[in-house]
């Protein structure tokens, strides 16, 4: 288990500035980024015990990040 917050430019740095781009100019980008940070924060803050919850629940938060990264990485690689 990592306590790394699994922020997206530190996730594909070498896609830094289009994610930043993208963020402006796609309204669906922008959207899923922002629930893949209020799902990645959820998930730091269970791992650091600062909200700690039920280990099922943070397994499916968990999944849940991992789904929206790779829908972001695909929007980022189309």
């Known amino acids: ?11 594909f740095p070498e896609l830094s500035s289009k994610i930043t781009e993208m963020k402006q100019s ?6 899923l980024a922002d629930e893949y940070h209020e799902v990645n924060r ?4 269970a791992e650091t015990l600062v909200e700690p919850m039920e280990e099922l629940a943070e397994v499916e938060m968990r999944k849940k990040r991992a789904a929206l990264k790779d829908e972001l990485y695909q929007m980022l690689t189309a």
């Open 42 to 45: 959820a998930v730091h803050r």
């Open 1 to 11: 288990m990592s306590h790394t917050p699994h922020e997206l430019h530190e996730e």
């Open 26 to 31: 796609d309204p669906h980008f922008g959207k």
